[in-house]
């Protein structure tokens, strides 16, 4: 049988990211055609949606290279989403047979290199950075669009922004991967980064902020943002990387290769490679002289309240009113690259005061009836869920459950001992995290329900009877077992709380 050339892209993933990869292609006037493993009449809206926009959707194609290969004609290009498995076995037929697989971002960084990225990446930490960062800049006057792990997906920003504005003004896809190669040669040393006069002219943003999960870094290898963040390293989807030594190596390639490398001092795994680094700009939310002992000369640190750098104190580290240690390194990290960008500290310390918060990251819901509510639904592991029973006065009410994830649970567990006089457990985990407490000699009380609709409830009568001043979702798992993300799990606990 004669060999079928190959044309075009297959986009795999009706989600969010998805979407955004087959608009941005078909806008670039690349041929595309998106695939779904499942269907329904909420995923047949969304087909018929985009075939109305000029994108074929096939509904109820599985994962897999022969299917791939029965379309007309076959791809020569397969673009991913970052929840599928980049060594997925498909994926390696697919490779092995010269099809090139890539993921999601791919597409928006080759389309949208004429604007510098800040990239931003951590197990935990990474989206108050994001949000921080795109708050700060955004306050300064800058255009600094946020997207990528949280928010818009990037290749839709990048579709919307950079694409449409400058192609419609008569600058060609190939003159805008000149513009981004011009300005990813500048010099990163001294003067400030901003995008510069040759974007501004071209109505493009300043900046784009992307947040970079392990797993879109992994499926685009070429990303080299202007500027790259760190913020922690902590053992997390070791069930998709395998290792904790794979999973660094994933974030520390998105380093390698940023043009100005902004690291966390604070954090134990970072600070202990130190030595590894030729350059970087290290954070320490302690005193100089402390991070100084571990070999490393920070660039920002905070002492007797001020926020310091080497010519002296630029502004309060309580402008940024988010309770707990890790959010002073978040501020750090941020103001970092809101200096590399040409803000003012006066103008920075505005933005910290003026910065609402993040959303399921310690959101504060209400008070009510004496008790505060928070929303920690971001805690996706152990952890994350571990800093935010350390950033709260309790004794708390504590929700924790859903999917659970592979990780060292006695941080966490110690954390609990502290500051939990109780926990509802909820979910596919409840389970296994009652035998976690019991092993671990947790001496609260244990409740196990189905989900949040009953431990919602339930934590008002045990935060009343304990005398308890707050109640703390803080799940210490994934969302998966009962919910689409994270945020539709935070958006649904809200929901509940504000009902009460």
């Known amino acids: 049988m004669a060999t079928r050339e190959r044309q075009g892209t297959l986009v795999v993933g009706l989600g969010r990211s998805g979407i955004g990869a087959a608009r941005l292609l078909r806008a670039l006037g690349e041929p595309v055609c998106l695939a779904e493993s499942r269907s329904g009449d909420t995923l047949a809206e969304k ?159 300043d900046w784009l902020v992307v947040e970079l999960s392990s797993y879109q870094i992994e499926a685009a290898p070429e990303l080299a943002p202007a500027i790259g963040i760190w913020t922690t390293l902590t053992p997390d989807h070791l069930e998709r990387h395998g290792t904790l030594e794979a999973y660094r190596a994933i974030k520390r390639q998105l380093l390698e290769q940023s043009g100005l490398r902004i690291l966390n001092a604070d954090d134990a795994d970072l600070r202990s490679r130190a030595a590894s680094w030729d350059q970087a700009c290290w954070i320490t939310a302690g005193p100089r002289q402390a991070a100084l002992d571990a070999g490393i000369d920070p660039h920002l640190w905070i002492e007797a309240g001020e926020v310091w750098n080497a010519d002296g104190p630029l502004f309060p580290a309580a402008a940024l009113a988010m309770p707990g240690d890790h959010n002073r390194q978040n501020l750090l990290l941020a103001a970092a690259v809101a200096l590399a960008a040409g803000l003012t500290p006066a103008v920075i310390e505005a933005g910290c005061r003026s910065f609402p918060g993040v959303p399921h990251r310690l959101e504060r819901i209400r008070l009510h009836q004496g008790i505060t509510w928070f929303n920690d639904s971001k805690a996706t592991n152990y952890d994350a869920a571990e800093v935010a029973l350390r950033a709260l006065d309790g004794p708390l009410v504590v929700l924790a459950g859903g999917q659970s994830k592979q990780g060292d649970a006695a941080g966490w567990i110690a954390q609990l001992h502290r500051q939990a006089a109780a926990v509802i457990l909820y979910g596919a985990a409840r389970q296994e995290f009652t035998g976690l407490l019991a092993a671990g000699g947790y001496g609260g009380r244990v409740e196990s329900v189905e989900g949040l609709d009953q431990a919602v409830p339930l934590a008002r009568q045990l935060a009343a009877e304990g005398a308890c001043p707050a109640v703390l979702l803080s799940p210490a798992c994934a969302s998966f077992d009962q919910y689409s993300d994270f945020e539709a799990r935070g958006h649904h606990f809200r929901r509940l709380v504000l009902a009460l």
């Open 47 to 205: 087909a018929a949606a985009l075939e109305a926009e000029g994108i074929p959707v096939k509904l109820g194609l599985p994962l897999d290279a022969d299917r791939f290969d029965a379309l007309t004609p076959p791809p020569a290009t397969v673009v991913v989403s970052p929840g599928i498995r980049f060594d997925h076995p498909a994926l390696e037929a697919l490779r092995a047979r010269g099809v090139a697989v890539q993921g999601e971002l791919v597409g928006a960084w080759r389309a949208g290199s004429a604007v510098p990225w800040i990239g931003i990446t951590g197990t935990n930490g990474k989206t108050t950075v994001t949000h921080l960062v795109h708050h700060l800049l955004v306050a300064g006057g800058l255009d600094a669009p946020l997207c990528g792990n949280v928010g818009t997906s990037a290749a839709d920003v990048v579709r919307q922004r950079i694409v449409a504005g400058p192609v419609a003004s008569g600058v060609s896809p190939s003159g805008l991967s000149a513009l981004g190669a011009s300005l990813s040669d500048a010099s990163l040393s001294g003067a400030s980064l901003s995008g510069g006069s040759s974007a501004e002219n071209l109505a493009l943003p």
